[in-house]
């Protein structure tokens, strides 16, 4: 049964540092939805469970088919009424967990303690950790057996410090993933920005910005039927 599900994880935050709002981003959810769900079961999580808050300047500015189509489709919106609590999702039932972007995952999901065991779960019995944009913020904590962080000696992209400048943002957020993954021993890799960018290494799967969400969707595919 693990071999046929994957885990979408949300931000649950709402706010930034500054009282911005923010929340999950809305293409980094749909794009890859739709390369994955014909061939796999996806269940929906966050740290407070139902409906996490959507980004709502994303909803602004992606109106891409399958961005809208996600606001509307019944069964999106089912899993989004029925998304767990992290406390309550056993790592034992998914082949993959995703993290989505959007500033909450650094500001709810990289400190979290609950989030940071679950992961270590995925990453430590050898299963798909991906995470596009913000979303590698999520899996900091990231540890295997050994102690080493999931990005130690990996190659690893996120939303860098470039597009972070460019969007204002710098102090809305505690940390910047680019420096952090660096920080933690990962070899950074990036496109220019908003250019997409996939980097897989061994089984951590990154992306780098909105442009990339269905990348990662496809690599993420990939890697599970090979």
Known sequence: MSQQRILFVYTSADKTLLGHPTGWYLPEAAHPYY???PHFKIDFASPAGANPPVDPASVEMFKDDGSVKFRE?????SLFANAKPL???NADDYAAIFYIGGH???IDLSSDPTNIELANKFYRSGKIVSAVCHGPAAIVGVTGADGKSIFDGKTATCFTNTEEEQVGKVKDIPFLTEDRI???GGTFDKAEPWGPKVCQSG???TGQNPASAGPVGEAILKALKA
């Open 35 to 37: 390369v994955l769900a």
């Open 73 to 77: 489709d019944p069964t999106v919106k």
């Open 87 to 89: 406390k309550d999702v």
């Open 104 to 106: 909450g995952p650094v």
């Open 182 to 184: 660096k920080s933690l």
């Open 203 to 205: 089984t951590l799967i």
